[in-house]
């Protein structure tokens, strides 16, 4: 496919379902073509929206051959086993997303349902997904009263299933705290199921394992990892819900324990750090990329914002010298 804007024309394939084509130089006309059917390319208007690209993009997830999961969040995001892909829009009803060199088609009727995703590897004629979740799986309800966020209320982590079955595929796990969009809940084998999203990857989580909260959304944390062997010292990357610019959770940490928190970043942002404590007696550094320091310890009680000028993973290093356990609230912040 040619991608360009509204006053070019580009090729679309043979498994595009509808297209937007000029009738004379300015109107546009919507042609629909036959499902599956074996077509020659025609030439369509892509329509110039790189900025709201992904409004209308329905959420879903799809198994697709060769090992490929894609799933659409409620933002608009596609990834692809993971990995973000890039999305354009073509009209409501038609998506490309492109991730890997492959070509995924994502396709509705005009009222939003009948959900298609296609595939399209180099030099093959490619196949359809199978949808997992979204518009073509058993439709959530959203009852009167349903919170717009839930918190994970457990001591580990979360499974979250491609579908409202614990014996439907894992697409991720989150830790007890976070915060995540309501996207409907529906009855499943026994039990209430509420489809989730965390920004980055939605699927069903068990609504036993869900309390309300006010959101908004926190991203998911890396479970903390040993520095250097020592469990009383860890490490955990932080990392933001998708489109946001920073993110806030909570934390604690025993007598004379400390965590480090890894941010990305890059020379030229702006970095904030805020930590409220339920007590005194807790301490932070900040490191630049190469171990030098960047803020030397102060107190948790102060607040940090300034200006980044080396780019890579920056390191916050909390510590707990006082004789008792401490829980505080994290906020980072990069703009």
């Known amino acids: 496919m040619i991608d360009t804007r509204v006053d070019r024309l580009v090729l679309c394939s043979a498994r595009v379902r509808v297209c937007r084509l000029f009738k004379g130089e300015d109107e546009l006309k919507s042609v629909s073509l036959r499902r599956g059917a074996i077509l020659p390319l025609v030439a369509c208007a892509a329509l110039s929206l790189a900025g709201t690209a992904q409004a209308d993009m329905p959420v879903f997830s799809a198994d697709c051959p060769m090992g490929l999961r894609v799933t659409s969040d409620a933002g608009g995001n596609v990834r692809v086993n993971g990995a973000p892909a890039s999305v354009r829009m073509y009209n409501p009803d038609y998506f490309e997303a492109t991730a890997g060199g492959i070509d995924f088609t994502i396709s509705t009727e005009e009222d939003g349902s009948g959900l298609i995703v296609g595939y399209v590897p180099p030099g093959s004629a490619g196949g359809y997904c199978t949808i997992v979740s979204g518009e073509s799986a058993p439709a959530p309800e959203t009852l009167t009263g349903e919170p ?4 994970v209320n457990v001591d580990s982590r979360l499974i979250v299933h491609s579908r ?14 976070a915060v995540v969009e309501n996207l409907g809940c529906m009855q499943a084998e026994g039990r209430e199921w509420c489809h989730v999203s965390d920004g980055r990857v939605s699927g069903w989580a068990a609504a036993e394992f869900l309390v309300a909260s006010d959101g908004p959304v926190r991203a998911a944390r890396a479970t903390p990892v040993a520095e250097e062997g020592d469990p009383d010292h860890t490490v955990e990357r932080v990392t933001f819900p998708s489109g946001s610019s920073g993110t806030e959770f909570t934390d604690s940490l025993n007598p004379g324990d400390s965590r480090h928190y890894v941010v990305g970043a890059r020379s030229g942002q702006f970095f904030s750090f805020k930590i409220t404590a339920n007590g005194p007696g807790l301490t932070y550094v ?14 948790a009680s102060e607040e940090y914002r300034g200006q980044l000028w080396q780019s890579g993973d920056h390191v916050v290093a909390i510590y707990n010298a006082t004789n008792g356990s401490q829980s505080y609230e994290l906020v980072f912040g990069i703009d």
Not at 148 to 151: L, R, V, Y
Not at 286 to 299: A, K, Q, T
């Open 148 to 151: 717009d966020h839930f918190e």
């Open 164 to 177: 409202p079955s614990t014996s439907s595929p894992m697409v991720s796990k989150l830790p007890g705290g």
């Open 286 to 299: 900040i490191y630049n990329p190469d171990g030098s320091v960047l803020l030397d310890e102060i107190s």
